[in-house]
């Protein structure tokens, strides 16, 4: 009985997980935007993507991807927020790098 309970509870989990992650999410989606980051490598937007995803829950935040340019120091990451001010305090507690912008999107095909 035990086994069945904890299995049912599972199954929930992973049912409320699923309705949330489409395109139905009642959270928005941004995309932000560093222009440009002195001294971006690899290894350092792995780094601060590692802290956003530490401290994102305590801003209701989810940092989903993250794109980035060595050559340019560019960074782009996409997550759901509540709203951009949320987006962007996760990012000044996690590592400081805050966006140059972020705009609110909608996922396509």
Known sequence: MWLALCSARLNARIRVRKKGAGKGNSMPLYMDEHKHV??????AVAKAHAADLKVQKKHGVDYLKYWFDERTGKVFCLA???NKEAA??????????????????????
């Open 38 to 43: 002195p001294g971006l490598t690899k290894a």
């Open 80 to 82: 759901r927020a509540p």
């Open 88 to 109: 962007a305090a996760c990012h000044k507690e996690a590592h400081g790098l805050l966006a140059d912008e972020i705009t609110e999107v909608q996922e396509g095909a």
